[in-house]
């Protein structure tokens, strides 16, 4: 499980990071939500080998290439072609957080591999 924490040092980051990566600081964020209120990613991560370790939040969120890939989720590959042009845009991070949702518990084996 990832400890308390862990979690306070990676809000940190994504509140660190949310004005120049609004996107990305979005999906770090929604996956602590997750982790806190023991959500569905919350219980994929702990059966994970690795969940212990301090930054497997971000190996999971490094996972985003893999799923837009290999993963079979052209959805997703095709929704981030338009982050340059839409950065900031509010209803873009919400979808790109939805999306990325949908692949990491739909393939739980292949999130935080790096």
């Given amino acids: 499980?990832?400890?308390?924490?862990a979690i306070n040092l990676l809000r940190a980051m994504a509140e660190g990071?949310?004005?120049?990566?609004?996107?990305?600081?979005?999906?770090?964020?929604?996956?602590l939500d997750d982790l806190e209120?023991?959500?569905?990613?919350?219980?994929?991560?702990?059966?994970?080998?690795?969940?212990?370790?301090?930054?497997f939040c971000l190996r999971a969120l490094a996972g985003v290439p893999d799923?837009?890939?290999?993963?079979?989720?052209p959805e997703l590959a095709d929704h981030l072609e338009q982050l340059?042009?839409?950065?900031?845009?509010?209803?873009?991070?919400?979808k790109t957080w939805e999306l990325f949702r949908e692949a990491l518990l739909t393939h739980p084996a292949e999130s935080g591999r790096r």
Wanted: net charge negative; proline share 5%; glycine share 8%.
């Fill in 37 to 55: 209120i023991d959500g569905p990613i919350s219980k994929m991560m702990s059966d994970h080998p690795d969940a212990n370790s301090a930054l």
């Fill in 1 to 5: 499980m990832i400890t308390r924490d």
């Fill in 67 to 73: 799923a837009r890939v290999n993963w079979g989720r």
């Fill in 84 to 94: 340059i042009d839409r950065m900031g845009d509010a209803d873009f991070d919400r």
């Fill in 17 to 31: 990071m949310s004005s120049a990566l609004p996107m990305s600081a979005g999906v770090l964020t929604g996956v």
